[in-house]
Nanobody
């Protein structure tokens, strides 16, 4: 059983930055999904087991960066130039299969408990 634990969420003003971390990353595809109020969970970013491949949702390209530290079994999401529409609960995810922009939530093996990110002035 894989246990994923997110940290780093909080309240930030538009244009600000936050860094999310996920502990428990194994040698699997890792990623981030988010769920905004009244919306379904949606893909944000992902990274391959070796860290050489990354994928991003169009809405976050150029602003968010996903990375992982295999030695520490951790993954991070650096979020810059945050917008109010980035407000959501962010979930760390893991899967033995590729996680990409078209991966449905039903194909994700493990989910973290989520961390709230609120972008507001």
């Amino acid at each position: 059983q894989v246990k994923l634990i997110e940290s780093g969420g909080g309240l930030v003003q538009p244009g600000g930055s936050l860094r999310l971390s996920c502990a428990g990353a194994g040698r699997t595809f890792m990623g981030w999904f988010r769920q905004a109020p009244g919306k379904e969970r949606a893909f944000v970013a992902s990274i391959s087991p070796g860290g050489t491949l990354t994928y991003y949702a169009d809405s976050v390209k150029g602003r968010f960066t996903v990375s992982r530290d295999s030695a520490k079994n951790t993954m991070a999401l650096q979020m810059n130039s945050l917008k109010p529409e980035d407000t959501a609960i962010y979930y760390c995810v893991s899967s033995t299969n590729l996680i990409g922009p078209t991966t449905p939530t039903t194909q994700i093996d493990y989910w973290g408990q989520g961390t709230q990110v609120t972008v507001s002035s």
